[in-house]
Every structure is written in C-alpha cells, then in structure tokens.
C-alpha cells in the first residue's frame, strides 16, 4: 500500500513538473551589422542617408559612419531598414521588428535643439515603434542624432510612448550615434 501511494506522488510531481506552464526559452538576440536611417525630403531632392556598418560585429574592424547633410527648415519621412550582413544571404531584421513590433521600439534623440522626431508608425497597441518618422529641422546648425532600438522595453512606462527612453527599460539591441550637420 506504501509503495502505491508513494507511486502516486511521484507521477503527481512528474506530472506538475512537466506541465504546459512552463517557461519559454527565450530567443537569442540578433546580430545587427547595418542600420540604414533614409530620410526623404518633402519639398523634393535627393534623399538624405545616415548609415552604420559593421560587418564583423563587436570588436575587430572598427564600424563605418556615414552621413550627408541635413537641409535647414526641411521636414523628412524617415524609414530604418536593420540588416545582418554577415550572413549569405542577408537577413533582413526589420522585418522581425515589425512582425514583433509589440516587443521593440525605435528611441532618438539629438543634441541639436531645431530638430524634432515623431514616430509615424505603431504596434498593434498603439503604441510607438519608430521604423517609420517624421524628422523635422529649423536653422542651420550641427551636433549629434542618436538612434536606439531597445528589445522588450515598457512601452506603459512613463513617456515611453512619447520617445522618453530614461524609463524604458528592456535591452538595448543596437545604438548608434551620427554627427549632423544641417545647412
């Protein structure tokens, strides 16, 4: 009779403990080489490209900034494209972060004080992604744009969904930083 009832609280333990509830393993973040950030000026003209590459990642060759002139009193239609580049063929990323779009968010911010960015995109909560902007410049002047894209962050968290990063949380996937020029 002991051995029943000690069969039975092991199958019990046995069964709890494989039980649908448990955790799931979460997914290895992505290698991100390249960040494209096209804007496309609304009164017509070239578009404006603001790019990062590293091919090989953290660590070895230093990344590739490149960047072109903003023109003064312009407002653009921003779109990021996020790729990984070391791989055959290359995987295209933000295509995940739109599927996942619930799960990322796009963060900018500038140390210039005449240029001003707002989302044109959301997830299916409303709330902000940032693969899609409205990027909007005053007079001339230079400084720095800062884009990250933060992985899980609390987008119900205080200003989150207005650009406000300091609350964010999550974990950042890339950042980058771009010296600006606007003329």
Do not use: W
Request: proline residues 6%.
């Amino acid at each position: 009779m002991k051995i029943s009832i000690y069969f039975l609280l092991f199958s019990l333990l046995l069964f709890s403990a494989c039980s649908d509830d448990d955790p799931e393993i979460p997914q290895e973040e992505e290698l991100i080489t390249t960040l494209r950030y096209t804007l496309i000026p609304s009164q017509g003209g070239a578009p404006v490209v603001l790019s990062f590459s590293d091919p090989d990642g953290d660590g070895g060759n230093a990344p590739v900034i490149t960047t072109s002139p903003l023109q003064a009193n312009e407002t653009y239609i921003g779109s990021i494209v996020v790729l990984n580049e070391s791989l055959n063929p290359t995987e295209d990323i933000t295509i995940e972060i739109a599927e996942e779009a619930a799960d990322h968010q796009f963060f900018f911010s500038s140390s210039i004080t005449d240029l001003d960015i707002t989302y044109g995109d959301s997830d299916i909560d409303g709330n902000p992604l940032g693969l899609v902007t409205e990027l909007s410049t005053g007079g001339p002047g230079s400084g720095s744009l800062t884009i990250i894209l933060r992985h899980e962050p609390d987008k119900n968290g205080m200003g989150v969904s207005e650009g406000n990063i300091a609350n964010a949380g999550g974990e950042t996937d890339i950042e980058v930083t771009f010296n600006v020029q606007i003329e």
